[in-house]
């Protein structure tokens, strides 16, 4: 079936540096990527969204890259807090019909901000 | 917070049993997702409902069923419980399923199967 797959499972960075975290998705339909921050014992908090007709998309502290080419996202967050330890999970919507809504996820990425 | 209210928080019951998991989606919201987080098979898309009506299936048991309210809230129910239903079981709101916005999460409820 269709799946999104992430590359690194975990990533450690010290404070002040840019995270770049990726994810591989092979569902060429999809239209709309989603990232989320999940901190423990909460739910995934939404971050930023790209639609498949943007290759870019900035937020506060976060940039979210989409190359449809080779079906991979990645999320960069500059100078990540120690705030910013969480797991990241990338998310496809699916596209079109009743795909709509079914989001699919990645394993996720573990993310340690080291003070 | 992201306005959507999950109770309880935590579940502890035994096999064989059923339980209800409620959900109140964010104010404005119509349509409803479950999700299933555990180690093995991660965040897993259970159903969703819209206005009321089932719109999608995912990988859902046949032991386990969903409904949504007029009022708008909605409710997942496991029965015939197994070990291995212990997980964590998200529920989501957004607008409307035919566009493309994000869904917004509760805290989770955990459950735990003994």
């Known amino acids: 079936g269709e799946s999104v797959g992430l590359h690194l499972p975990t990533l450690s960075v010290q404070e002040g540096d840019n995270s770049i975290i990726n994810c591989a998705y092979s569902n060429s339909a999809s239209d709309y990527f989603i990232w989320y921050k999940q901190e423990s014992g909460k739910g995934p908090q939404f971050i930023i969204d790209i639609r498949s007709n943007m290759d870019k998309r900035q937020g506060q502290r976060v940039t979210v890259l989409l190359n449809k080419t080779v079906k991979h996202l990645s999320l960069q967050i500059a100078a990540t807090q120690p705030g910013d330890s969480a797991v990241y999970f990338c998310a496809e919507n699916g596209a079109g019909g009743t795909s709509y809504g079914k989001l699919t996820f990645g394993q996720g990425t573990i993310l340690t901000v080291h003070p | ?114």
């Open chain 2, 1 to 114: 917070d992201s306005g959507v209210t999950q109770t309880p928080k935590h579940l502890i019951t035994a096999t064989g049993q059923r339980v209800t998991l409620r959900c109140s989606p964010r104010s404005g919201d119509l349509s409803v997702y479950w999700y299933q987080q555990s180690l093995d098979q991660g965040l897993q898309f259970l159903i969703q409902y819209y206005n009321g009506e089932e719109r999608a299936k995912g990988n859902i048991l046949e032991r386990f069923s969903a409904q949504q309210f007029p009022d708008l809230h909605s409710e997942l129910n496991l029965s015939s419980l197994e070990l291995g239903d212990s997980a964590l079981y998200f529920c989501a709101s957004s607008g409307t399923p035919n566009s493309n916005q994000p869904q917004h999460f509760g805290d989770g409820t955990r459950l735990s199967i003994l």
